[in-house]
């Protein structure tokens, strides 16, 4: 059928659409699609199938009260106007943000690459070895660096990290203790976070100068190396001491500190953290960047956030994967490790690159020179007549300038747009960094000395410098060596290294990725683009907020929105996961019921058909979970959540229910449930990870959720990353606002009785607010709502087309499913021998991501196409399936044997199919070549199936000397 064109009549101005409108542009089907999908289902119109879909009770008609949709162009000019608010002055503040050069072959190839930024975490590994290779990498790196044996894949702060070697050292330590000791000295918003995390665990938290620390009986301490002062103290007396009291040691340190400081490791620290952020990654006003995590071999299984680890495929070629899946934080429900889930990947990744591309010598030679002006600088003061406060360092300075200090801090900024760090006692911080040049100590300098002429240049001081470093603890290269680092040092050779790495992965640049509960959508350029715009994202979290008014209003038009359009009265931005929202939002319960005398509520009732983070972080909440059935559809089972809120009535805490629910049912009882939970006393918190499809048709806030959180990096556009970075705003009902969380560092953030920090900004993952900011202001009320009614076409097409070959569960009252559905493969196990796991690799071969497996029912996947799908990539994704499916009937049929079928050989690589023999029951076009389209465009997996079971049996977390492996497997 040729569409109608535009020149066909005249059409009027306002017919004449903006080049720039964007909606159009976002949502996949086109008019002519939508009405083909929705003849398929015989239904109407696009308002008939929403409401079939959404229950009577919920459906809300109004527009939401957001402004008219912007075109890209004039989004990007508010934007712009915003972000010109902002001031860049050169922030030498520290307290674990510095200023980074990015490598701009990193910038452009990996943070602003839809290869990268559009990645899944890497659950599929044969469509990941990519990015599963920087992360390991990372993993690599910060092994080297810290001296231990095991490193994780990034966690989502330093402040986190802490609080998680907190949780870890307690859960793996033989001491009945409850106490645990902070150095005073530790970075203040490290300091907070652990007090957030410490009180509901019912830990003592202690802060205290080190040298305290024998003889406190604690199960664990903290120490920070070098300190917030810059102060390299020597610790290895004080750990043997501790060690022999049976108390563990965390170490909270700096990267590149590291490569001149002995590393943690060798002098006994049971567990090393800190940020990565100043390798490579953009301050963005605090976050997002990747924290790490290192630790002894023996603690494997007890580590918070995943691992990356080394196996081998079905032919015995070495393949990475994420190492002890099973294992894997919140899949363990409330005897998890932590709630991690989305951490830090695309970050990890840039850290990980940058030492790469630098290398160990690179790296030792940018910690020397930032070390060296910071010598330099530390003569000059004290030519000037200024003292020291810490006796050794590596790049901070702390100098008593009593009742100088805002004068010198004024005239620093006035006079040469430097940002220092005040603390209390009238003692100027001073932290440098790769950007500092011998000009930046000339100006530091000044600043100190007023008026008064210097007489002394940086640049000749070379020799005057003082050497910070405690001779025992300086370091040499004994870092790095493996093939990685030494490999890519010119651009050309980075460039290809980065194109090779992306060419091994399927991200949404290449076809669809219809993860259920994943909500994987379009992340447009436009959205991306401001994200690397100075103004955005090289503004340090502690600079004076006056230097970031245009952070602010983007941040609070951006909450207001979010607040307008779920109903709720309020909303925080810093929670920088979905489950630290979840987090966020219980200790926000907690607080309330506390403020009236009802404490003692200790029980939260969750669904069994939950999201594993939520048990995960009900249990670090400090609460008791008690699980209530579902039944047959899916829904929460009414009955026995009234039997079980009868039988904890006056413990209730709260109920934790996921709207819609997590086999992807509007349940329409949701305003009776939240009413029980109400009536006993108890509050509701919404799992809204997944408002896709609620947005502009249904209201949160309205159907009695007290709180809720919502996933930027799932609805709102934030790219996935490769497994994060991600933002977890908390929506809050009026009575719960006075509880919001503040900041140490910030007087102004939180409610007016603020529950502690979650994370380490008082905005988390500040430099990615950008994107979501604009998708809103893009689609406005009229686009959002459009968004949501087109996810639940294109959920309901695909759910119609796969019944063809699979059974379809859950469905809602009319027959409708919401966002996505659930596809049950299991009848191809029962009748044809053939897995979920045969389903999702055979899927590769025609260039798919799998759909989420075995969640949340064992055995089956759960598809989700979001609205930015076209009707003509749902059916080649639908036509896969339904191939599969009928490949399954061929084995059942006996054409192919059980063992040897173009499915359980799934994935088939290149190699394997040019193989000079070829000794299968099925042709190698077969193979390869199940679908016409792969003749034009055809992914290959760089390895076949890989092994789970021997990686984890011999776990390897390192980068490996690749023949080592091909050994090991044979
Ligand atoms: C994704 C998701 C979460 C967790 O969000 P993270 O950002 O990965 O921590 C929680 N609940 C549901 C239903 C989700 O889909």
New binding site residues.
């Given amino acids: 059928m040729a569409k109608q064109r535009q020149s066909d009549r005249k059409p009027s101005l306002s017919e004449l659409a903006q080049s720039d409108d964007f909606i159009g542009r976002h949502i996949g089907p086109d008019a002519d699609e939508q009405q083909a999908m929705l003849k398929a289902l015989g239904v109407e119109s696009l308002q008939d199938l929403v409401d079939q879909a959404v229950p009577s009770t919920i459906r809300e008609t109004e527009r939401m009260p957001l402004g008219a949709p912007m075109g890209e162009q004039q989004a990007l000019d508010a934007l712009r106007a915003l972000a010109d608010q902002n001031r860049q002055a050169k922030s030498l503040i520290g307290l674990g943000f510095h200023n980074t050069i990015t490598p701009p072959v990193i910038q452009r190839n990996v943070l602003e690459n839809p290869g990268w930024y559009t990645a899944y975490t890497p659950y599929q590994p044969e469509i990941s070895q990519g990015r599963l290779e920087a992360l390991l990498n990372f993993q690599q790196m910060v092994i080297d660096l810290t001296g231990m044996e095991l490193a994780n894949a990034s966690l989502l702060d330093e402040a986190t990290a802490a609080a998680e070697a907190m949780s870890m050292m307690q859960r793996v330590s033989k001491s009945k203790s409850k106490r645990f000791l902070v150095d005073a000295n530790a970075h203040p918003q490290t300091i907070a976070v652990m007090r957030t995390r410490a009180e509901p665990l019912g830990l003592e938290l202690v802060v205290e100068t080190p040298a305290n620390f024998p003889g406190q009986e604690a199960f664990g301490v903290l120490v920070q190396y070098p300190d917030t002062t810059g102060e390299v103290p020597d610790h290895r007396k004080l750990v043997e001491t501790l060690h022999g009291e049976g108390t563990l040691v965390a170490v909270a340190t700096d990267l590149l500190a590291l490569c001149r400081l002995q590393a943690p490791g060798t002098w006994g620290a049971d567990v090393v953290l800190g940020n990565s952020q100043r390798f490579g990654v953009p301050l963005g006003y605090g976050g997002p960047h990747a924290a790490f995590f290192a630790t002894h071999d023996k603690y494997k299984r007890n580590v918070p956030g995943r691992i990356i680890g080394v196996s081998v495929d079905t032919d015995g070629t070495p393949a990475l994967r994420m190492a002890l899946q099973t294992r894997e934080q919140h899949i363990r429900r409330d005897k998890a490790t932590s709630n991690i ?2 951490a830090q990947v695309l970050l990890a990744n840039m850290a990980g690159l940058y030492a790469c591309w630098h290398g160990p010598n690179g790296l030792w030679t940018i910690a020397e020179r930032v070390h060296r002006l910071t010598g330099i600088l530390a003569a000059g003061l004290q030519e000037l007549g200024f003292t020291r406060v810490n006796t050794q360092f590596f790049d901070t300075l702390t100098v008593e300038a009593g009742d100088q200090a805002q004068t010198i801090v004024k005239r620093a900024l006035d006079d040469h747009e430097i940002n220092l760090r005040v603390l209390d006692g009238g003692r100027i911080g001073i932290a440098l960094d790769e950007t500092c040049t011998p000009e930046t100590v000339d100006a530091l300098l000044q600043a100190f000395a007023g008026e008064a002429e210097i007489g002394m240049q940086a640049a000749k001081m070379d020799g005057k410098a003082v050497d910070g470093l405690p001779a025992a603890l300086a370091r040499g290269i004994d870092y790095l060596d493996h093939a990685n680092f030494n490999a890519v040092h010119t651009e050309t050779e980075m460039l290809r290294y980065l194109r090779r790495l992306q060419s091994k992965d399927i991200a949404l640049d290449r076809s669809m990725i219809p993860l259920g ?2 909500t994987m959508k379009l992340n447009a350029a436009a959205e991306m683009q401001p994200v690397s715009w100075p103004e955005f994202a090289q503004i340090h979290p502690f600079a004076p907020k006056d230097q970031a008014v245009g952070y602010h209003k983007m941040a609070d038009d951006l909450a207001d929105k979010l607040a307008k359009m779920t109903g709720f009265h309020a909303v925080t931005l810093q929670p920088n ?4 929202g ?1 987090y966020a939002g219980l200790l926000l319960i907690r607080a309330y019921h506390e403020s009236r005398g009802e404490g003692h509520r200790s029980v939260v009732l969750i669904p069994t058909s939950a ?1 594993g ?2 048990p995960a972080s009900a249990k670090m909440a400090g609460y008791q979970v008690q699980l209530v059935d579902c039944d047959d559809h899916g829904n929460v089972d009414v009955e026995d959540l009234k039997a079980k809120i009868d039988k904890h009535r006056d413990k209730l805490a709260g109920l934790m229910v ?1 709207y819609p629910s ?1 086999h992807g049912v509007f349940e329409s009882a949701i305003k009776d449930i939240c009413a029980r939970v109400h009536d006993a006393g108890g509050q509701v918190y919404m ?1 809204g ?2 408002l896709n499809a609620l947005l502009g048709v249904a209201n949160p806030g309205r159907f009695g959720a007290d709180v809720a959180h919502m ?1 930027l ?2 609805t709102f556009c934030i790219p996935h990353g490769g497994g994060g970075p ?1 933002v ?1 705003p908390v929506g809050v009902a009026e009575h719960l606002t006075p509880f919001l969380p503040g900041h140490p560092l910030d007087s102004e953030c939180g409610g007016d009785q603020a529950i502690g920090p979650i994370c380490a900004t008082p905005l988390g993952s500040a430099g990615i607010l950008p994107i979501s900011w604009m998708y809103t202001a893009m689609m406005g009320a009229e686009g959002l709502t459009r968004a949501t009614e087109t996810a639940i076409l294109n959920a309901n097409y695909l759910a119609h087309r796969l019944s063809e070959g699979y059974p379809i569960l859950y469905r809602g009252e009319n027959g409708r499913v919401a966002h996505e559905c659930i596809v049950d493969t299991r009848v191809l196990r029962d009748e044809c021998g053939i897995s979920v796991d045969d389903v999702a690799k055979r899927l590769i071969d025609f260039g798919y991501h799998a759909p989420t497996m075995s969640w949340p029912v064992a055995g089956a996947l759960m598809v989700e196409p979001t609205e930015s799908e076209s009707k003509a990539e749902i059916d080649r994704f639908c036509e896969a399936l339904l191939t599969i499916a009928r490949e399954a009937r061929e084995v059942e049929k006996g054409t192919w044997p059980q063992a040897d079928n173009p499915l359980v050989n799934a994935p088939h690589t290149l190699a394997q199919v040019t193989a000079d023999s070829w000794a299968h029951a099925y042709s190698r076009q077969d193979a390869a070549y199940p679908a016409e389209h792969l003749l034009h465009d055809k992914y290959w997996a760089p390895v076949s199936r890989v092994d789970n079971a021997y990686g984890d049996r011999h776990l390897v977390c390192t980068c490996p000397p690749i023949e080592a492996y091909r050994e090991a497997a044979e």
């Fill in positions: 889930c989305t509960s994943c996961s979905g489950a630290q979840e999201h983070t939520n996921t997590t799992d990870a997944n996933n990096h799932k991600g977890g």
